[in-house]
């Protein structure tokens, strides 16, 4: 499957009710809306950051045919690797595949930018939502809860052959929502 940075219709799975609907990279523009997005899926957490999440990385959504967000994924750099969110879906549209498919899109996207790794916040009593990203290959960094009672998971996305260039003429990642969406092959 090749990505792009305009919307790409989804066709079947996953959630085939929504064959209409598109994938769409975010940009700062689209914070009010992701921060509502996210107030939706954890009405627990602040989204306050959401344009400081943008700035300094990114977000993909999926959207329905109305525009009405039905999940999303952010991400921001952080040391070599990007710190990513936990998937945000609306309740009524959990189950649907969604997140593990944003998940691998954000995973592609990170290995074509050269991200060696990925790290991942979860509260450390929700047992359902460690379960969920240790099913898809996040692994417990050493260490207790930090004071908010989060563990930290990693997930390399590259292999042994993925370098980071040192000679300062790799593009910079994360500023430009258009600069970090997948090139058309």
């Known amino acids: 499957m090749t990505d792009t940075p305009a919307t790409i219709p989804v066709v079947g799975r996953p959630g085939e009710a929504y064959a209409a609907a598109h994938l769409r990279w975010a940009g700062v523009a689209d ?3 992701l921060a509502e997005l996210w107030r939706a899926a954890y009405p627990e957490e602040d989204a306050s950051d959401m344009a400081a999440w943008l700035e300094h990385g990114g ?3 999926l959207q329905d045919r109305s525009g009405r967000l ?7 750099e952080e040391a070599d690797g990007w710190r990513v969110d936990r998937v945000a879906s609306r309740p009524e549209e959990r189950g649907q595949g969604f997140g593990r ?3 691998t899109k954000v995973e592609a996207l990170a290995i074509r930018q ?3 790794y990925l790290l991942l ?3 450390a009593d929700d047992a359902a939502q460690l379960a969920y990203y240790r099913r898809m290959g ?3 960094e050493p260490g207790e809860p930090d004071a908010r009672g989060r563990l930290t998971l990693r997930k390399p996305v590259g292999g042994v052959w993925q370098r ?3 000679g300062g003429t790799e593009p910079a990642r994360g500023h430009d929502p258009a600069a970090n969406a997948p090139r058309t092959s």
């Open 101 to 103: 498919w944003l998940a």
């Open 70 to 76: 039905l999940a999303a994924l952010r991400w921001r």
């Open 138 to 140: 996040y692994r417990d």
């Open 59 to 61: 977000a993909l959504t």
């Open 114 to 116: 050269n991200v060696p």
């Open 164 to 166: 980071k260039s040192t």
């Open 121 to 123: 916040d979860l509260p």
């Open 31 to 33: 914070a009010a809306s």
